[in-house]
């Protein structure tokens, strides 16, 4: 009978309880560490546009729109008319007048089939119209994308950018489809049901009136103090991510300086913070979920007593012109829920309008944004480049968009002639790639001009200019195809025997050995090809474009089975004899020998310039030309080079549709074979697991509102339709009964989200705690597998976990949902034993009709999931390599893969538009059918048994509302598939079979242990198949300074790896000491105490500096902290604003890398080490003052130490006591400077080349 009542009261309640209920998992998904939120100017959330320019695009697709908003409306009509015809069957059968009820029956079902109809076209309608704006959005929005000048790519990110346009359009499709036609449904529906219900009862709806404002001002302060406690929670959550992913992505510092404890504890602080606040934020949910059920059992109360009343005094309703009866009451108090309902739809519709206004006004600034370098069109205008007699630049002052503050070029004027090889070079920052930039005209200069032939570069056809200029960059880019149409890219009219020509040069040999030779499909973004063989590809592809070719450090990352040096000489030889232009920013010495001019950059300005012969003997040039030591050495073996090739330079291929349907698969698998440790989890909650006794009890206590609900209005209604003489003897108890289940209600509703909420952030926290200790006392080459890669070990710290205790709370949904229904059923039975047994028949459609309605919500994003990820992969992907896109005049080819990817998307939602609409209509017309029946049969059972006409009504509408609680409970628990997989990977991550560090061992304090003898160690990486050290051997006395030097891959780095104890030899041992003890048989944590370590890219935390000094350390002395710092020349930190006390910010990024450097120093000389490890300390500082005062400190630093180093220039190890030459992983020369210099070999051709 009150199924539209308890439905529209149940569907507000589970409105409400689902938006307050999501938002515990907000600052858990919010610290997800794989990635930021989405990122959008402040000020964009200020701006808005007319609502109206939401639709300026739809065109003849606005009458799609107007059918789904007249369908809608007339659902809403029809909605409105249930209470008329359920107030008529209660009439019938109080009266006996059964053809009434048979009549009033039919009437619902005649309202179920109009609801079906209007909800299934306004669906459809809607969607149709959905889909077809967003894809012209879509399209639309892109296109004005890739016309954008570069400097505009470089303040948005090719991570965010894709994610916010989508976001902002999904935020507009939500609004001009169904937000629109639930908006004007609603306005429609307030003064309609409203209006009605005047009409019905005047005197009921005034006094229901009077709850109003305790809701709307008890909802507001609710939602107030919700957010800020939930903004709390977020922050301590993030910061606890924070914590967690600076520390994983620097794991090694961690483990060298003993800051496992710190560290966690840090961790700890923050998870058990986040704890308590959302322990808070629980029961703020429970204390709003119960406030609203008590002031709308009040408001049913006020409903029953004033329509009580009224029969009593004997007033006549205006609308039937006869006593006021429980009919009237009924159908007052269903009309006035169902205004309410829309009012709150409206409020949310309004929300969709302002959120979709913002997106339009950020979208729109996308879309009407003038670049400030025009692309040209297809009409050819324009100078056309067809050969180079002269490249210059006047007086180029330049800074880059995203930073106008900073001046990357002041003043650079430089001539150069046709033909030329020429070589910039500088330091990094000094400004030589914003040349090859401006050439190409991704940017205009501030000041001055750029000229090609004497003529500004602006007055060049730009298209056509871009198809002249050859590019090859460090990081090479491919497009999907074979290996012959991506070096016939934008030169597709080649001839055979240029192609073969432009192959031969580059020496792409290895294509011979492909499987299909030049057919050979090379993956996207060229992912089945190394590094290197990719930047040849790229080399061939720029040598079909002539006359200038400009190599922004190229050719000095190819592979070494094809020498750099050879593939020069013939390179220039071709260039010269072609007369083709080359520019080169390059710190390759090869390179800057053969060319014929080179111009030394710093600041931003040119200052020297000339040929290599006259520039070699000047300070600026030369400590350029001799910075990089290691790339003269570097010979390796084709085998060898190969297998580092493919270990390190091979990039990820992106997610393809196999590994999808994989993933789908094994979930699908999990979710019916995996059993979830449920004691595991006791274990892990602690004592908190006894909260869920408690929990469970308010839990069930609290379910059992609505079927009591419907009890207290049945009692009530009956009462009413008794004689006026009689009426008020029950309806004083009843008045009571409502307010006690109110009161009961909101206690129990606090109580339950009280309790659970302690249990959830409890197991949460735990779990959180014991997946980042394991983090940290695993071995470090756990950390070097791909499978443990940082942001996946950050998913499952901040996901996994999360899913995983809320899978175990969700118990309580069954809990609540069982409740709900045995209560219904034992209070259905007490009355009607017989309509509660027709209804355990029927009624389980009723939960199907809503788990329909809930699917055909969901069908629409799922469909659309995998097409729109493929999607924003091709965006996302084609922006992070927009240079070369636009250097290629490949805009127009991504553009069509786009506008495909767009047809798809637009495909996959016309389709699912029609399922979700005749879904939507099935779940909403079932659930009012389904009543029909119950009430057909309704009165066949109240004649043929002793029951009543109310106590057959009772069991109607008990039952029914405990199974509408129950399928409300029951839709929180929709993802429980998704929670067991994230419990069964969680678990297996750290159930992992690995061997955990243990802390035991020697503690030798009282021996030398700054000897250190490696005797024919042997070792090789899990990860490779090849030895990285073969038989090395050598012993150091204690106070020696030590110097690797080799090749890139020699094994210096994995020497200083085993020292720390990082890895375990696979043959051979380690002793240190003078007692020539085993590395192995100490104690690992100590033994990491004694040494220091100073990397090429010092790893700091985001504390402060004194904090980062001490980091690991539990206790200082202050005298020898203070001479650390002189020691290591820290005269910068009294400039900071607050000394050693300044935040460093997060990697040290708001001091310099020198600073950060000299702190990484000190942070190793205030354990007082008796070993210290330098991996090239001075290679990120740059040439002059700071590389001094960094010099020097680590002069200081190894003073009388045991010290190990790789040089980052020749120079630095020619004091050393010992120097290891490294060839292949074995030791091919040992020996002092003087001693090696002399002698053939390695180390005399590496100085006879710096020289």
Request: charged share 20%; net charge positive; hydrophobic share 45%.
């Amino acid at each position: 009978l009150k199924f539209p009542w308890s439905f529209c009261r149940l569907r507000t309640i589970s409105t409400i309880h689902t938006f307050v209920m999501t938002f515990p998992a907000v600052p858990l998904s919010a610290s997800n560490m794989a990635g930021p939120l989405l990122s959008r100017p402040p000020s964009a959330g200020h701006q808005r546009i007319n609502g109206l320019k939401l639709f300026h695009s739809a065109g003849s697709s606005i009458q799609l729109l107007m059918v789904a908003i007249v369908s809608r409306c007339a659902s809403i009509l029809a909605a409105s008319a249930m209470p008329f015809a359920t107030s008529r069957v209660v009439c019938g059968l109080a009266l006996g007048d059964t053809r009434e009820t048979i009549l009033a029956v039919a009437r619902t079902f005649q309202i179920s089939a109009c609801i079906f109809v209007c909800t299934a076209l306004g669906g459809c309608f809607a969607r149709l119209f959905v889909e077809g704006e967003a894809a012209k959005l879509r399209i639309k929005c892109w296109r004005s994308v890739f016309k954008q000048d570069i400097g505009w790519f470089d303040n948005h990110s090719a991570d965010s950018l894709p994610a916010t346009v989508e976001a902002d359009i999904s935020a507009i499709s939500a609004f001009i489809g169904e937000g629109v036609c639930t908006l004007i449904a609603s306005a429609v529906s307030i003064p309609l049901c409203y209006g009605l219900a005047l009409f019905r009862g005047k005197e009921i709806v005034f006094i229901m009136t009077l709850a109003v404002p305790f809701t709307v001002v008890g909802g507001i302060v609710i939602k107030s103090a919700m957010s800020h406690v939930l903004c709390e929670t977020q922050g301590w959550y993030t910061h606890a991510g924070h914590i967690a992913m600076e520390s994983i992505r620097g794991i090694r510092t961690v483990m060298s300086c003993g800051g496992e404890a710190g560290t966690l504890a840090r961790y700890q602080d923050a998870v058990r913070e986040a704890e308590r606040r959302g322990v808070r934020s629980a029961a703020q949910v429970g204390f709003g979920v119960g406030y609203n059920f008590a002031t709308q059992m009040i408001s049913m109360a006020l409903a029953i007593a004033c329509a009580g009343r009224l029969r009593q005094q004997g007033v006549r309703s205006w609308w039937t012109d006869k006593l006021y009866n429980g009919s009237d009451a009924l159908c007052c108090f269903q009309l006035f829920m169902l205004s309410g309902i829309a009012w709150t739809m409206l409020f949310r519709c309004l929300g969709q309008l302002d959120e979709a206004r913002a997106a339009g006004a950020r979208l729109l600034r996308i879309i009407e944004n003038k670049p400030a370098i025009e692309q040209d069109s297809e009409e050819p205008h324009g100078t056309l480049l067809e050969s180079v007699s002269s490249v210059e630049l006047k007086n180029v002052v330049f800074s880059y968009p995203s930073c106008p503050e900073v001046r990357v070029l002041n003043g650079v004027s430089l001539w150069i002639d046709g033909g030329q090889s020429v070589a910039i070079v500088g330091c990094a920052g000094s400004g030589q790639s914003a040349i090859v930039s401006l050439l190409q005209r991704f940017y205009d200069p501030d000041a001055g001009r750029v000229l090609i032939n004497s003529h500004d570069l602006k007055t060049f056809n730009l298209r056509h200019l871009r198809t002249k200029l050859g590019m090859i960059t460090q990081d090479p880019v491919l497009f999907s195809g074979t290996v012959d149409q991506n070096i016939l890219y934008s030169h597709p009219n080649a001839t055979e025997d240029e192609l073969r020509t432009v192959s031969s040069l580059a020496q792409l040999d290895f294509v011979d050995n492909l499987p299909h030779g030049f057919a050979t499909q090379v993956g996207e973004g060229g992912v089945q090809l190394t590094h290197g063989n990719k930047q040849l590809i790229t080399l061939a592809r720029v040598l079909l474009r002539k006359p200038l070719i400009l190599l922004d450090g190229g050719p000095s990352h190819a592979d070494a089975e094809c020498p750099v040096q050879d593939m020069l000489a013939k390179l220039n030889g071709y260039l010269a004899r072609n007369k083709i232009t080359t520019i080169s920013v390059t710190s390759y010495a090869p390179t800057m020998q053969k060319s014929d001019v080179i111009f030394v950059m710093k600041d931003g300005m040119v200052v020297e310039h000339g040929s290599h012969a006259e520039l070699v003997n000047r300070d600026d040039y030369y400590a350029l030309y001799s910075a990089d030591s290691r790339e003269l050495l570097v010979h390796h073996s084709p085998s060898s080079n190969s297998l580092v090739n493919s270990a390190k330079d091979r990039k990820a291929p992106s997610l393809s549709d196999k590994v999808i349907a994989v993933e789908k698969a094994r979930g699908a698998i999990l979710q019916k074979s995996y059993k979830v440790p449920v004691m595991r989890f006791a274990s892990i909650a602690g004592k908190s697991i006894y909260w869920m006794v408690p929990g469970f009890l308010f839990t069930a206590a609290f379910a059992a509102k609505a079927p009591v609900a419907g009890l207290c209005l049945m009692y009530g209604i009956s009462e009413i339709f008794a004689p006026p003489s009689l009426v008020g003897h029950e309806m004083e108890s009843v008045i009571k009964t409502c307010h006690i289940l109110a009161a009961a209600a909101f206690v129990c509703g606090f109580l339950q989200s009280a309790f659970m909420g302690i249990v959830r952030e409890s197991i949460t926290g735990r779990l959180r705690e014991a997946t980042f200790a394991r983090y940290l006392r695993v071995p470090a080459c756990y950390h070097e597998d791909p499978g443990h890669a940082p942001n996946k070990l950050l998913f499952a710290l901040s996901t996994y976990t999360f899913r995983a205790a809320l899978h175990f709370v969700s118990s309580q949904y069954y809990v609540e949902a069982a409740s709900s229904v045995v209560v219904g059923l034992i209070i259905g039975a007490y009355f009607s034993w017989k309509m509660t047994l027709w209804m355990v028949l029927i009624t389980p459609l009723i939960a199907f009709g809503q788990w329909i309605r809930t699917k055909a919500t969901r069908l629409g994003s799922q469909m659309n999931a995998e097409p729109l990820s493929k999607l924003e992969h091709i965006v996302c992907d084609s922006i992070s390599k927009m240079k070369t896109i636009r250097a290629e005049g490949a805009e127009g080819d991504v553009l069509k893969k786009i506008e495909a990817k767009v047809r798809v998307v637009q495909g996959r939602g016309i389709w699912a538009s029609s399922v979700s609409g005749v879904n939507a209509g099935f779940g909403d017309s079932l659930s009012y059918f389904v009543m029909g029946i119950c009430l057909f049969a309704a009165p066949l059972i109240a004649q043929r048994t002793y029951h009543g006409w109310s106590d057959v009504l009772t069991a109607i509408t008990v039952v029914m509302m405990g199974v509408m609680g129950a399928s409300g409970s029951l839709n929180f628990v929709s993802d429980s598939g998704r929670n067991v997989v994230a419990c069964h990977d969680l678990f297996n991550l750290l159930d992992e079979k690995v061997s955990v560090r243990a802390d035991e061992g020697a503690k030798p304090d009282g021996e030398e242990i700054g000897c250190i003898e490696f005797d024919n160690v042997v070792f090789r990486y899990s990860t490779t198949e090849f030895w990285v050290l073969n038989g090395v051997s050598f012993t150091v006395e204690v106070g020696n300074s030590v110097g690797l030097v080799g090749q890139l891959g020699s094994g210096k780095s994995t020497i200083f790896s085993l020292i720390q104890r990082f890895y375990t030899p696979a043959a051979g041992k380690i002793v240190v000491g003078t007692a020539r003890i085993p590395l192995d048989s100490l104690d690992i944590k100590w033994w990491r105490s004694k040494i220091g370590v100073v990397t090429k890219e010092p790893v700091l935390f985001d504390l402060t500096v004194r904090e980062n000094i001490l980091y690991g350390l539990t206790s200082h002395s202050k005298p020898w902290f203070e001479r650390c710092q002189k020691m290591c020349n820290l005269d910068f930190v009294p400039r900071l604003r607050n000394g050693l006390d300044t935040f460093v910010g997060p990697a040290g990024t708001h001091i310099t890398m020198s600073q950060r450097q000299r702190v990484a120093l000190c942070r190793a000389m205030v354990r007082d080490p008796a070993i210290l490890l330098l991996d090239e300390a001075t290679a990120v500082s740059e040439p002059g003052q700071e590389e001094q005062k960094l010099q020097s400190a680590l002069e200081n630093a190894t003073e009388g130490r045991t010290s190990f180093q790789t040089p980052h220039r020749l120079s630095s190890v020619e004091r050393c006591d010992l120097i290891l030459v490294l060839h292949r992983g074995e030791i091919v020369q040992l020996g002092t400077h003087s001693e090696l210099q002399g002698v053939a070999g390695f180390y005399a051709k590496l100085l006879s080349r710096r020289k």
